[in-house]
Protein backbone atom coordinates (compact mmCIF):
# COMPACT_ATOMS: atom_id res chain seq x y z
CA UNK A 1 0.00 0.00 0.00
CA UNK A 2 1.70 3.12 -1.19
CA UNK A 3 -0.64 5.65 -0.34
CA UNK A 4 -0.02 8.35 -2.26
CA UNK A 5 2.91 8.73 -4.81
CA UNK A 6 3.95 12.08 -6.77
CA UNK A 7 5.98 12.03 -10.09
CA UNK A 8 8.05 13.66 -10.83
CA UNK A 9 10.04 14.47 -7.55
CA UNK A 10 12.32 17.59 -8.87
CA UNK A 11 11.87 18.94 -12.03
CA UNK A 12 13.51 21.96 -13.43
CA UNK A 13 11.58 23.77 -16.46
CA UNK A 14 12.61 26.57 -18.72
CA UNK A 15 10.35 29.42 -18.94
CA UNK A 16 7.39 28.94 -21.56
CA UNK A 17 7.40 24.90 -21.18
CA UNK A 18 5.09 22.69 -20.24
CA UNK A 19 4.73 19.56 -18.22
CA UNK A 20 2.68 17.37 -15.98
CA UNK A 21 2.47 16.45 -12.47
CA UNK A 22 1.40 12.62 -11.73
CA UNK A 23 -0.26 12.39 -8.40
CA UNK A 24 -1.95 8.58 -7.80
CA UNK A 25 -3.54 6.98 -4.79
CA UNK A 26 -3.95 3.43 -4.10
CA UNK A 27 -6.61 3.95 -1.83
CA UNK A 28 -9.53 4.32 -3.34
CA UNK A 29 -10.11 7.65 -2.31
CA UNK A 30 -12.92 10.30 -3.96
CA UNK A 31 -11.42 13.20 -2.92
CA UNK A 32 -8.35 14.91 -4.32
CA UNK A 33 -6.01 17.94 -3.71
CA UNK A 34 -3.47 20.27 -5.66
CA UNK A 35 -1.60 22.73 -3.31
CA UNK A 36 1.62 24.36 -3.65
CA UNK A 37 3.73 25.54 -0.86
CA UNK A 38 5.64 28.45 -0.42
CA UNK A 39 8.38 29.65 2.05
CA UNK A 40 6.33 32.19 4.07
CA UNK A 41 2.80 31.24 2.56
CA UNK A 42 1.62 27.82 3.70
CA UNK A 43 0.00 25.37 1.88
CA UNK A 44 -2.64 27.07 -1.18
CA UNK A 45 -4.90 25.04 -3.00
CA UNK A 46 -4.77 25.17 -6.61
CA UNK A 47 -7.25 22.65 -7.84
CA UNK A 48 -9.49 19.86 -6.35
CA UNK A 49 -11.37 17.00 -7.68
CA UNK A 50 -14.39 15.22 -5.56
CA UNK A 51 -14.78 12.05 -7.97
CA UNK A 52 -13.83 10.50 -11.13
CA UNK A 53 -14.43 13.22 -13.88
CA UNK A 54 -14.78 16.12 -11.70
CA UNK A 55 -12.48 19.05 -10.99
CA UNK A 56 -13.31 22.72 -9.24
CA UNK A 57 -10.80 25.68 -8.75
CA UNK A 58 -9.07 26.11 -5.50
CA UNK A 59 -7.45 29.51 -4.46
CA UNK A 60 -4.63 29.76 -7.17
CA UNK A 61 -5.61 27.99 -9.52
CA UNK A 62 -4.48 30.44 -13.09
CA UNK A 63 -1.61 28.95 -15.01
CA UNK A 64 -2.86 25.31 -14.34
CA UNK A 65 -4.99 22.83 -15.20
CA UNK A 66 -6.11 19.37 -14.00
CA UNK A 67 -7.94 16.42 -15.22
CA UNK A 68 -8.82 13.48 -13.10
CA UNK A 69 -9.67 11.10 -15.66
CA UNK A 70 -9.21 7.49 -13.49
CA UNK A 71 -10.35 7.84 -10.14
CA UNK A 72 -6.74 6.99 -8.68
CA UNK A 73 -4.90 9.71 -10.66
CA UNK A 74 -4.68 13.49 -10.34
CA UNK A 75 -2.68 15.15 -13.11
CA UNK A 76 -1.62 18.97 -12.78
CA UNK A 77 -0.85 20.49 -15.62
CA UNK A 78 1.01 23.63 -16.88
CA UNK A 79 0.82 24.78 -19.99
CA UNK A 80 3.46 27.48 -20.25
CA UNK A 81 5.15 27.78 -16.89
CA UNK A 82 6.91 31.07 -15.77
CA UNK A 83 9.33 32.03 -12.66
CA UNK A 84 6.43 32.36 -10.42
CA UNK A 85 5.27 28.59 -10.43
CA UNK A 86 8.15 27.84 -8.58
CA UNK A 87 7.33 25.99 -5.74
CA UNK A 88 7.21 22.63 -4.08
CA UNK A 89 3.74 21.14 -5.01
CA UNK A 90 1.88 19.18 -2.95
CA UNK A 91 -0.90 16.20 -3.80
CA UNK A 92 -3.25 14.86 -1.07
CA UNK A 93 -6.34 12.90 -1.21
CA UNK A 94 -9.18 12.03 1.36
CA UNK A 95 -11.64 9.08 1.58
CA UNK A 96 -14.43 11.49 1.17
CA UNK A 97 -15.64 14.94 1.54
CA UNK A 98 -13.09 16.33 4.09
CA UNK A 99 -15.31 17.02 7.29
CA UNK A 100 -14.50 14.70 9.34
CA UNK A 101 -11.71 12.73 7.01
CA UNK A 102 -7.94 13.69 7.22
CA UNK A 103 -5.79 14.34 3.93
CA UNK A 104 -2.67 12.17 3.10
CA UNK A 105 -0.07 14.29 1.55
CA UNK A 106 2.43 12.55 -1.18
CA UNK A 107 6.06 13.69 -0.64
CA UNK A 108 6.08 16.65 -3.29
CA UNK A 109 7.77 17.52 -6.26
CA UNK A 110 10.20 20.31 -6.33
CA UNK A 111 9.79 22.50 -9.56
CA UNK A 112 12.30 25.28 -10.45
CA UNK A 113 11.30 27.47 -13.40
CA UNK A 114 13.95 29.52 -15.11
CA UNK B 1 -9.13 33.24 2.76
CA UNK B 2 -5.80 32.00 4.81
CA UNK B 3 -6.70 31.38 8.58
CA UNK B 4 -4.38 33.67 10.42
CA UNK B 5 -1.78 31.33 13.17
CA UNK B 6 0.21 32.91 15.36
CA UNK B 7 2.94 32.73 16.88
CA UNK B 8 4.91 32.61 13.56
CA UNK B 9 7.80 30.97 15.28
CA UNK B 10 8.55 29.71 18.51
CA UNK B 11 11.87 28.00 20.16
CA UNK B 12 11.65 25.95 23.35
CA UNK B 13 13.39 23.74 25.71
CA UNK B 14 12.90 20.04 25.81
CA UNK B 15 10.20 19.61 28.44
CA UNK B 16 8.43 22.95 27.97
CA UNK B 17 4.87 23.84 26.53
CA UNK B 18 3.85 25.71 23.53
CA UNK B 19 0.51 26.68 22.83
CA UNK B 20 -0.44 27.38 18.60
CA UNK B 21 -3.69 29.46 17.60
CA UNK B 22 -5.46 29.32 14.79
CA UNK B 23 -8.10 32.31 13.84
CA UNK B 24 -10.32 32.37 11.09
CA UNK B 25 -12.33 35.70 9.59
CA UNK B 26 -15.54 33.17 8.82
CA UNK B 27 -17.75 30.45 10.63
CA UNK B 28 -16.02 27.05 10.68
CA UNK B 29 -17.32 23.48 10.45
CA UNK B 30 -13.77 21.98 11.31
CA UNK B 31 -10.20 22.53 11.70
CA UNK B 32 -7.20 20.32 11.27
CA UNK B 33 -3.92 20.17 12.67
CA UNK B 34 -1.36 18.94 10.05
CA UNK B 35 3.03 18.75 11.48
CA UNK B 36 5.23 19.08 8.58
CA UNK B 37 9.27 17.98 9.27
CA UNK B 38 11.76 19.76 6.87
CA UNK B 39 11.63 17.86 2.81
CA UNK B 40 8.80 16.39 4.37
CA UNK B 41 4.85 15.66 3.22
CA UNK B 42 2.77 17.10 6.11
CA UNK B 43 1.65 14.56 8.01
CA UNK B 44 -2.35 14.75 10.04
CA UNK B 45 -2.58 15.38 13.57
CA UNK B 46 -6.08 15.30 14.69
CA UNK B 47 -9.59 16.81 13.28
CA UNK B 48 -11.51 19.32 15.80
CA UNK B 49 -15.22 18.66 14.52
CA UNK B 50 -18.48 21.12 15.22
CA UNK B 51 -19.18 21.37 18.88
CA UNK B 52 -16.09 19.55 20.36
CA UNK B 53 -12.68 18.69 20.65
CA UNK B 54 -10.56 15.75 19.63
CA UNK B 55 -6.95 14.33 21.21
CA UNK B 56 -4.76 12.77 18.53
CA UNK B 57 -1.82 12.24 20.57
CA UNK B 58 -0.92 11.79 24.79
CA UNK B 59 0.74 15.29 25.01
CA UNK B 60 -0.89 17.35 22.04
CA UNK B 61 -4.24 18.48 22.29
CA UNK B 62 -6.40 20.98 20.86
CA UNK B 63 -9.69 22.74 20.99
CA UNK B 64 -12.10 25.09 18.97
CA UNK B 65 -14.00 27.51 20.04
CA UNK B 66 -16.68 27.81 17.42
CA UNK B 67 -18.19 31.02 18.42
CA UNK B 68 -14.87 32.53 18.12
CA UNK B 69 -13.86 30.88 15.21
CA UNK B 70 -10.82 29.76 16.66
CA UNK B 71 -8.49 26.66 17.34
CA UNK B 72 -5.49 26.29 19.51
CA UNK B 73 -3.01 23.59 19.35
CA UNK B 74 -1.48 22.47 23.12
CA UNK B 75 2.04 20.83 23.02
CA UNK B 76 3.08 19.92 26.42
CA UNK B 77 6.46 18.68 27.56
CA UNK B 78 7.87 19.00 24.11
CA UNK B 79 10.42 16.47 22.95
CA UNK B 80 13.11 17.13 20.27
CA UNK B 81 10.45 14.79 17.67
CA UNK B 82 8.05 17.64 17.96
CA UNK B 83 10.18 20.22 15.90
CA UNK B 84 8.72 21.02 12.24
CA UNK B 85 5.81 23.21 11.40
CA UNK B 86 2.31 23.47 12.01
CA UNK B 87 -0.45 24.18 10.03
CA UNK B 88 -4.02 24.75 10.92
CA UNK B 89 -6.55 24.10 8.23
CA UNK B 90 -10.18 25.36 8.12
CA UNK B 91 -12.72 23.98 6.59
CA UNK B 92 -15.66 26.76 6.14
CA UNK B 93 -19.72 26.01 6.26
CA UNK B 94 -22.02 26.25 3.95
CA UNK B 95 -22.60 24.85 0.57
CA UNK B 96 -20.39 22.38 -1.02
CA UNK B 97 -16.90 23.71 0.17
CA UNK B 98 -15.47 20.43 0.96
CA UNK B 99 -11.91 21.62 1.12
CA UNK B 100 -9.48 22.89 3.60
CA UNK B 101 -7.72 26.12 3.48
CA UNK B 102 -4.21 26.46 5.14
CA UNK B 103 -2.88 28.97 7.80
CA UNK B 104 1.22 30.19 7.11
CA UNK B 105 2.38 27.98 9.40
CA UNK B 106 3.92 27.79 12.95
CA UNK B 107 7.24 26.99 13.09
CA UNK B 108 8.39 25.26 16.36
CA UNK B 109 11.53 24.52 17.37
CA UNK B 110 12.88 22.09 20.59
CA UNK B 111 16.30 22.63 21.54
CA UNK B 112 17.72 20.29 24.20
Known amino acids: NAGVTQTPKFRVLKTGQSMTLLCAQD?????MYWYRQDPGMGLRLIHY???????AKGEVPDGYNVSRLKKQNFLLGLESAAPSQTSVYFCASSRSSIRGEKLFFGSGTQLSVL | QQPVQSPQAVILREGEDAVINCSSSKALYSVHWYRQKHGEAPVFLMILLKGGEQKGHEKISASFNEKKQQSSLYLTASQLSYSGTYFC?????????????FGKGTLLTVNP
Open chain 1, 27 to 31: MNHEY
Open chain 1, 49 to 55: SVGEGTT
Open chain 2, 89 to 101: GTEGRGGSNYKLT
